[in-house]
Structure formats: structure tokens, C-alpha cells
């Protein structure tokens, strides 16, 4: 035993004696993970990176680092073992109405647009960095409450990296305890009680929303435009500022006049875009692209 220190860290995280993963290794991996997700490792989650890739290496009966890398990184099997390991070293906390503020306001919005709307195509809304769906789904309660009684429909996309909270979000169900942000009306009106404590989200917003794969780093690959809001939070925080600022401007292309781009606060704070007007709030971090016509909702 080298240091009892990891020692008891190894025992803890249950992976047994995976050897300390060397410095050079660890730039290896810290490389390889913010060129394929975009996500900046820092140092001190060397750790966290450490435990991941131990727990799956011993699935996989694997005790070498190197190896472990080469597998990962090569031919067809390499992109699938790839698929599984990056889906454990992303954050993939989120929550119905994890922003109430943010919520709101697309509710305000939303009906704004409805209102002042001089077309009658679908709004369409984008979760990008959707996990497991929640953040869809409240939008489209969202969209659902304030559009459906005007006649006017919605949809809403969900993307993400992780194929694996994809499957989730595409079924809709949750846990009880899950539901506890989402107001009790919300749970009346759009989720259906199943078994084992159970909730699933309702056929009616089932059926306006679709989830598919679509990188952040990537967004040629899904040229999708003219969306009336795009909702981008707890995403790019873990990006470098560049990276933010790149898919931030692609972002703001993509949205109809008066359509509305919803970030985290704090997550891009200096950042502006000719086409856009930044709400002024110091709850919200909420930009509105600018009409020529002076018309919000001209879609
Ligand atoms: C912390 S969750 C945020 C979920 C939700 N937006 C929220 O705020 O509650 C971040 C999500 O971004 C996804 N993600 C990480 N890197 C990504 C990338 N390069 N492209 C698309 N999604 C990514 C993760 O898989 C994860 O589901």
C-alpha cells in the first residue's frame, strides 16, 4: 500500500486498488473529454475523473489506464464504450422548474408573442442540454397553458449528449420525489399516476415533444432555426469562455424576432450579440432578438 490515504479513498468510492492515475494520464483524458464534450476538467476533479474511469474499467475487467484509453478511442467498439463512459462524467442534475424566475418570464413571453403574433405557424421551443427531460417538459406546460387556448401550436425539442437520459426523458416517467418542484396544478393537469410511486407526463405532451442526440460542439448537425425560445442552462458553465461565446452567437442566429435565448445566470456574463437585447434583470440572464418591424412575434 502506497499511501494510506488512497487507501481509504479507494475503499470508499467501492472500486478497489486501481493504480493513481499519472499526471501525463490524466491531461490524456482531461483532452480528450473537452474535445469530445467541450467540458474543461479541472485539476482538482482528477479524483472524480479517477473513480468514474475505475468503476467502469473494473466492469469491463480492465486495471490499466492506457488501455483503457486506447479502447475507448478506437474503431466502432471505442465510440460505443464512449457513449457509456461519457453519460457517467457529465453533471446531469436538473429539475422540473429548476429556474421559476426564467420559467416566468417564457410564460410572459410566450403569451406576448401569442398575442402580438401576426402568423399562425407552430412556436417551437429547443432544451438544449436536456438530461432526462424535466426542463422540456416544463416548457411545454408552459407552452401548452398559454398557447393550446389560443389555437396555436407548439413543439418542443430536447437534445443532448447522453443517449442514455435521452431514453429517459423519451418516456416521461418520474419518481414522486422528482415531481416536488412542479406545481400541484401542473401535476394535476399534465401527470398521470403509474405504479411504484410513478408519474408519467401526459400523451398530450408526450406527443409535442421529441428528443434526439446533438452535440453542443456540434450544432451544423442539427440546423434547426426559427425557434421562438432556447433554453441553455447548467450546460456551458462547465465550457471554456470561447466555446460559450461560439455557441452562443450560432444560438442567436436561430431565433425568430422577438424569440427569446434563456441561459443561466452568471453563465456568460459578458457576453453581447448585435441582434439581441439583453432583459435587464438581476434574476435573469434572458436575451430577446431584436425585430426588425419593432413587432415582437412577427414569426
Ligand atoms: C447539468 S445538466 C443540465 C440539465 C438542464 N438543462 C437543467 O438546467 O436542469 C447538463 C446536461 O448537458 C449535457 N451535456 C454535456 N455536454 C454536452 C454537449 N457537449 N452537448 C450536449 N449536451 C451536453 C449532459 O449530458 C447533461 O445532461
Known amino acids: 500500500m502506497s499511501n494510506p490515504s488512497d487507501f481509504f479513498s479507494n475503499k470508499r468510492s467501492g472500486f478497489g486498488m486501481m493504480p493513481d492515475m499519472e499526471e501525463e494520464q490524466f491531461l490524456r483524458w482531461q483532452n480528450l473529454l473537452e474535445e469530445r464534450t467541450g467540458m474543461c476538467l479541472a485539476p482538482q476533479r482528477k479524483s472524480f475523473l479517477q473513480t468514474s474511469l475505475g468503476i467502469r474499467m473494473r466492469e469491463l475487467g480492465c486495471d490499466d489506464y492506457e488501455d483503457y484509453y486506447q479502447r475507448v478511442t478506437t474503431g466502432s467498439g471505442g465510440a460505443i464504450e464512449w457513449a457509456t463512459l461519457s453519460d457517467r462524467l457529465t453533471v446531469q442534475e436538473t429539475r422540473f422548474f429548476r429556474d421559476p424566475d426564467a420559467m416566468m418570464f417564457v410564460k410572459n413571453h410566450l403569451l406576448k408573442m401569442a398575442k402580438t403574433s401576426a402568423q399562425n405557424k407552430p412556436f417551437e421551443l429547443w432544451s438544449m442540454g436536456c438530461s432526462s427531460g424535466e426542463e422540456v417538459y416544463s416548457l411545454a406546460m408552459l407552452a401548452d397553458e398559454c398557447l393550446s387556448p389560443m389555437g396555436i401550436n407548439y413543439s418542443v425539442t430536447g437534445t443532448d449528449l447522453s443517449t442514455v437520459v435521452l431514453r429517459k426523458a423519451r418516456q416521461g416517467i418520474y419518481p414522486i420525489r422528482k415531481l416536488e418542484t412542479l406545481p400541484v396544478s401542473y401535476r394535476q393537469r399534465y401527470c398521470t399516476a403509474i405504479e411504484n410511486n410513478e ?87 434572458i436575451y430577446v432578438r431584436r425585430d426588425s418591424n419593432k413587432q415582437i412575434g412577427d414569426r
Open 199 to 285: 408519474y408519467q407526463i401526459a400523451p398530450l405532451l408526450r406527443d409535442r415533444t421529441c428528443f434526439t442526440q446533438v452535440n453542443a460542439l456540434n450544432l451544423d448537425a442539427f440546423p434547426v432555426e426559427g425557434l421562438s425560445v432556447i433554453y441553455c442552462q447548467n450546460l456551458l458553465i462547465y465550457f471554456r469562455r470561447w466555446r460559450r461565446r461560439e455557441i452562443l452567437n450560432a444560438l442567436a442566429e436561430r431565433l425568430v424576432p422577438g424569440g427569446i435565448l434563456v441561459t443561466g445566470l452568471g453563465e456568460m456574463v459578458d457576453w453581447q450579440h448585435p441582434d439581441l437585447i439583453q432583459v435587464e434583470s438581476n434574476k435573469l440572464s
